[in-house]
């Protein structure tokens, strides 16, 4: 079982703007701005897509932003497009035992 | 470009051992911590080692799921990443990614291709 959740499937259509959440704990989520995005293609390494809770590295679209409340993070998509088509992992900086815990990750179907 | 290239990996016998490598350009290694992160087939990521810069002394971590039987290492001189996993299990058997860790030290900023481990006998 992940550290941090996330449900596991998630779907829109093309245009459309869907969000992803991340529940932790206050060691995790709740207690840093140290949230990251990852996007994995089938058969491909993860790529990261937001750091520091929303932050984007340079040459990821800015389709995608990130936020957080509380205990939980958010990852928004908006203006759907096929190629968004992926899992999306969220992870967290934690003080409890490894320096970083992560979501069980997200499908998104873009229908 | 920043570019991780892996290589090692493969098909062992449970309680066997194995060495991935990892190696990069594009930046100045020594600069950052570099991590294994894995991925058992059809699941999530799992964090598996660290390997601080020299700034912060070189120190490692570990998994509890893999300490005292995975090393990691690193050669600067060769902008090489190293994983050493002795006593392997089967549910030691995943694609291992070398990822650098970005500038806050709390998100992986590039990744290696990944490689594949089986451990079945």
């Known amino acids: 079982q992940s550290a941090l959740t996330q449900p596991a499937s998630v779907s829109g259509s093309p245009g459309q703007s869907i969000t992803v959440s991340c529940t932790g704990t206050?060691?995790?989520?709740?207690?840093?701005?140290?949230v990251s995005w990852y996007q994995q293609h089938p058969g491909k390494a993860p790529k990261l897509i937001i750091y520091?809770?929303?932050k984007r590295p340079s040459g990821v679209s800015n389709r995608f932003s990130g936020s957080k409340s509380g205990n939980t993070a958010s990852l928004t998509i908006s203006g759907l497009q096929a190629e968004d088509e992926a899992h999306y992992y969220c992870?967290?900086?934690?003080?409890?035992?490894?320096?970083?815990?992560f979501g069980g990750g997200t499908m998104l179907a873009v229908l | 470009e920043v570019q991780l290239v892996q290589s090692g990996g493969g098909l062992v016998q449970p309680g066997g051992s194995l060495r991935l490598s990892c190696a990069v350009s594009?930046?100045?290694?020594?600069?950052?911590?570099m991590d294994w992160v894995r991925q058992a087939p059809g699941k999530g990521l799992e964090w598996v080692a660290r390997?601080?810069?020299?700034?912060?002394?070189?120190?490692?971590e570990y998994a509890a799921s893999v300490k005292g039987r995975f090393t990691i290492s690193r050669d600067d001189s060769k902008n090489s990443l190293y994983l050493q996993m002795n006593s392997l299990r089967t549910e030691d058997t995943a694609v291992y990614y070398c990822?650098?860790?970005?500038?806050?030290?709390?998100?992986?900023?590039?990744w290696g291709q990944g490689t594949l481990v089986t451990v079945s006998s």
């Open positions: 594009g930046f100045t290694f020594s600069d950052h911590c």
């Open positions: 206050r060691s995790d989520v709740g207690g840093y701005n140290y």
């Open positions: 520091d809770v929303s």
């Open positions: 990822s650098r860790v970005g500038v806050a030290k709390a998100y992986f900023d590039n």
């Open positions: 390997t601080r810069n020299k700034a912060d002394g070189y120190t490692t």
């Open positions: 992870s967290s900086y934690t003080r409890i035992s490894t320096w970083v815990v």
